[in-house]
């Protein structure tokens, strides 16, 4: 399995708080991808980067932001959480062309599980 | 919008052969179709990759028609092991030349001994 690691893997909340997701690879690829999962909704690009201090928002950017200091690592940041932000949230790595990025193999990690209560 | 669709769900049996169909009318021109598989409490992982025509590997095979307007997944004689979900994803336009991923909502396939 690719070497990323996500956590916490769990966590629960209250709304209003802030809450940092981690994500750390192994394997220094260049893009790295936080998307959120729901039913009926399949999973959707939240922010993803495409370098060190590089990132472009996805689908459903709205109420979060992200941060990449280091090629290994990318957080995920709710400002103040919400209900709706109760979600299962995947991070994934690959190498890429921001012209053609579903050309590249994603690698997933296992997920964090939040809920916002 | 872009948008993909795929069917909610499918049921099939040990040894059946399952096509599951993911239409994507906006699909972007330089970028390729890929399908993952997921199973309950994982990430999701890579099966099979193309951009046209037809693509095999070792457990799948992924059909593409000339407009690319839609993909099928083909998974010959399946186990009980390929319950699972499947998505498609696919790259769209999107403004400053750069694509957006689009990913379906998946497709939850049951197979029953």
């Known amino acids: 399995d690719a070497g990323i690691t996500q956590s916490p893997r769990h966590k629960v909340t209250e709304t209003g708080t802030p809450v940092t997701l981690r994500c750390h690879q192994t394997e220094n690829h260049r893009y790295m991808y936080w998307y959120r999962q729901d039913p009926g909704h399949g999973l959707r690009l939240i922010h993803y980067?495409?370098?060190?201090?590089?990132?472009d928002k996805g689908e459903v950017s709205d109420g979060y932001s992200v941060s990449r200091s280091k090629t290994e690592d990318f957080l995920l940041t709710l400002e103040s959480a919400t209900s709706s932000q109760t979600s299962v949230y995947f991070c994934?790595?690959?190498?890429?062309?921001?012209?053609?990025?579903?050309?590249?193999?994603?690698?997933f990690g296992p997920g964090t599980r939040l809920t916002v209560t | 919008l872009a948008k993909t669709t795929q069917p909610i769900s499918m049921d099939s049996y040990e040894g059946q052969e399952v096509n599951i169909t993911c239409s994507h009318n906006n699909i972007a021109t330089n970028d390729y179709i890929t399908w993952y598989q997921q199973f309950p409490s994982q990430g999701p992982r890579f099966i099979i990759q193309g951009y046209k025509t037809k693509v095999t590997n070792e457990v799948a095979s992924l059909f593409i028609p000339a407009d690319r307007k839609s993909s099928t997944l083909s998974l010959p004689r399946v186990s009980l092991s390929d319950t699972a979900v499947y998505y498609c994803?696919?790259?769209?336009?999107?403004?400053?030349?750069?694509?957006?991923?689009?990913f379906g909502a998946g497709t939850r396939l049951a197979v029953h001994p």
């Open positions: 980067s495409y370098g060190v201090k590089d990132t």
């Open positions: 994934a790595i690959s190498e890429g062309d921001r012209g053609r990025l579903s050309s590249y193999e994603q690698y």
């Open positions: 994803l696919v790259g769209a336009d999107a403004e400053g030349g750069y694509n957006k991923l689009i």
